[in-house]
């Protein structure tokens, strides 16, 4: 079997599997459950961030555009072409060519039903990455040493600035860019600055209590149990932070299913897809529900989702990757 190049980066990935599959179960709407996804995937990308950017932190940007704008401006692209052609499949996608562009650049704009969704809706959360890839780009800029921490700062800083963002057409964007879920990726951050520098003491702690500590933290998750808490602390972050790092604390010591890492590498396929699948058997197979061909259909939708995944990441994200990835060499 193909070796792994760092052991302790499997928990990474595992976790982008966990997030991917709950963004996916929680889009089945009936579940009731994983609503936790999104912010999940913003804890570990504030700390994949910081660790690729110490790694080597030249043509951060360009390298973070390789990484997701192909995939995601053909599955973009996909929807433009499906509410073009058959609107009545997309009837609360708004097809304008001002819109299209808008998407493809990651500029947030309001729906006429007051949602922040561009054309392929889960691209609201790709509207913040860049956002947060832009602040991260500017840390770098001043300092690359410090620039976790000058991140780390900017970030609380805009999240403060949010009230202050929301009178008007004008500050739409700001209003969008300053909301609190951005100190979601500041709490990957956090988790970051922690396993670097204490990576060796979270690595002693006891098996069982860091294996303990994994099951509370994803227990809150699942549950929704955190949302109870309130309060200006983002306790969904800070929970998947807790998990980020009793799973990397782990790493060494267990073995990941190959299915699980396989399903984290095509983790952005599955988060960018599944709404095609999903929305195909929903309406022409069964409707999603708690019925018994409901589950059954949900089941299907998933299954489906993971085939069309797998299948993606092999022939067109990771192939673009690394054409995108040459040319920037």
Known sequence: MKQRHATRLDALQVLRAVAALAVVVFHCHWTGVASFGVELFFVISGFVICHAAAQD???????????????????????FALATVAPS????????????????????????????????FLGWTLNYEAFFYVVFALCLGVSARLAPYLALAALVLIASLH????????????AFWTAPIVLNFACGIVAWLIW???????????????TGIAIIAMGILATGANHGIGGPLPTGGIVSA????ALLGLGPRLRWPAGLLAIGDASYSL??????????????????????????ATLLGVAG??????????????????IARRLIA
Not at 57 to 79: C, D, E, Q, S
Not at 163 to 174: F, V
């Open 89 to 120: 499949l997309l009837s609360s996608t708004q097809v304008s060519w001002l819109n299209l562009v808008r998407s493809l650049v990651f500029w947030p704009y309001l729906r006429a039903d007051g949602a922040w969704m561009p054309l392929l």
């Open 57 to 79: 932190p030249r043509h951060f940007l360009l390298k973070r555009i390789a990484r997701v704008v192909p995939l995601y401006w053909l599955a973009t692209l996909g929807v």
């Open 163 to 174: 009230g202050a963002a929301t009178h008007g057409p004008a500050t739409w964007p700001l």
């Open 242 to 245: 807790v998990l980020l790092l």
């Open 196 to 210: 670097h520098t204490m990576k060796a003491r979270l690595m002693r702690i006891p098996h069982g209590l860091a």
């Open 271 to 296: 988060y960018l897809l599944h709404p095609y699948v999903l929305e195909v058997v929903n309406r022409k197979v069964h409707a999603f529900g708690p019925d018994v061909r409901g589950v059954l």
């Open 305 to 322: 989702a993971l085939v069309l995944a797998l299948v993606m990441y092999r022939v067109v994200e990771r192939p673009s990757n690394r």
